[in-house]
């Protein structure tokens, strides 16, 4: 199987930086995208961003829009979200996920990493 690991999650102040990474435990060959999605307290699970290898296309939540980018390096088959302009209410756990075998909705998912905005 494959599973997908966080990292760089951590406890920051508002208007810091954090770089979140994914990695996955081997190389597939019907990995058809990855993104990022983050349920803080008392919330439910939110999309975040994600990016798709066959359209070329990255996607934002607006709330995310001009602070955070996903990139992908192929090379490692990693991804990577860049967090800037952090703020509280971007605090939550932040979870990996791909999209490996089907299309159109992710399937696999990653444990997750905290990330705490302070003000």
């Known amino acids: 199987q494959v599973q997908l690991v966080e990292s760089g999650g951590g406890l920051v102040q508002a208007e810091g930086s954090l770089r979140l990474s994914c990695a996955t435990s081997?190389?597939?060959?019907?990995?058809?995208?990855m993104g990022w999605f983050r349920q803080a307290p008392e919330k439910e699970r939110e999309f975040v961003a994600a990016?798709?290898?066959?359209?070329?296309?990255?996607l934002y939540t607006d709330s995310v829009k001009g602070r955070f980018t996903i990139s992908r390096d192929n090379a490692k088959d990693t991804v990577y979200l860049q967090m800037n302009n952090l703020r509280p209410e971007d605090t939550a756990v932040y979870y990996c996920?791909?999209?490996?075998?089907?299309?159109?909705?992710?399937?696999?998912w990653g444990q997750g990493t905290q990330v705490t905005v302070s003000s």
């Open positions: 996920a791909a999209a490996i075998g089907k299309i159109g909705s992710f399937n696999y």
């Open positions: 081997q190389r597939t060959f019907n990995n058809n995208g």
């Open positions: 990016i798709w290898w066959s359209a070329g296309k990255i």
